[in-house]
């Protein structure tokens, strides 16, 4: 009895062991089939968000800050709210090709640089639903300046690379900023 429990036991450990390897080699196979089906491909963009910094329709509304003191993009600890339209040209009426959606954060104590975590979501018919993540350390009065893409989605699926922004004052209180972005994505 006690044999036949053994032997059991040893059965059952095999397949188990042989069952786990099959996993390990199925975890280790099949991303790396998926990923490089499609070779690496390098895009670049440009777009233009088309910003109202203040007022009834501004693009950037400040949500929260440190109570008693002044909320405004040069203070510290100061939070905002984003979401301007993303277009194709310099011009306000060219074709719009998706948003500029994110929150902002006046995080360096002498108010220079803000921490962006900005979503680009397209609706162009090229990128229709695919987003890109933008995030790092926004230096607002440096122009260009330069931010980290760290991911994205649908067709920029495992992108990684740079965004640079400059800005380019177009009306009293309309300011047009041109971003160029390069992803590395497998598409
Ligand atoms: C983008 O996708 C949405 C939802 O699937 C669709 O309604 C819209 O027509 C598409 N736009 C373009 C430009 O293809
Ligand atoms: C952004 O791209 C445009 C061309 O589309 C180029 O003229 C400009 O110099 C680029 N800006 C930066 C900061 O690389």
């Given at each position: 009895m006690a044999l036949y429990l053994k032997t059991n036991y040893l059965l059952s450990n095999t397949k188990l062991s042989l069952l786990l390897s099959l996993l390990l080699l199925a975890i280790f196979i099949l991303p790396s089939q998926s990923n490089h089906a499609h070779g690496l491909t390098q895009t670049?963009?440009?777009v233009y968000f088309q910003n109202r910094p203040s007022g009834p329709k501004a693009t950037a509304v400040a949500i929260a800050g440190i109570p008693g003191q002044s909320w405004g993009f040069g203070n510290?600890?100061?939070a905002f709210s984003t979401d301007a339209s993303m277009t194709e040209?310099?011009?306000?009426?060219?074709?719009?090709?998706g948003r500029g959606q994110g929150?902002?954060?006046?995080t360096a104590k002498d108010g220079s640089s803000l921490t962006l975590l900005l979503s680009i979501v397209f609706t162009n018919k090229e990128y229709n639903g695919s987003t890109l993540q933008?995030?790092?350390?926004?230096h607002q009065f440096e122009n260009?300046?330069?931010?980290?893409v760290v991911g994205g989605t649908g067709k920029f699926r495992f992108a990684r690379g740079y965004a640079t922004f400059?800005?380019?004052?177009?009306?009293?209180?309309?300011?047009?900023?041109r971003c160029n972005v390069t992803?590395?994505?497998y598409c």
């Open positions: 670049k963009l440009t510290f600890g100061t040209g310099l011009d306000k009426s060219s074709a719009q090709i929150i902002m954060v006046t933008l995030q790092g350390a926004d260009p300046r330069e931010v980290a400059e800005a380019f004052r177009v009306g009293k209180s309309h300011v047009v900023s992803v590395e994505h």
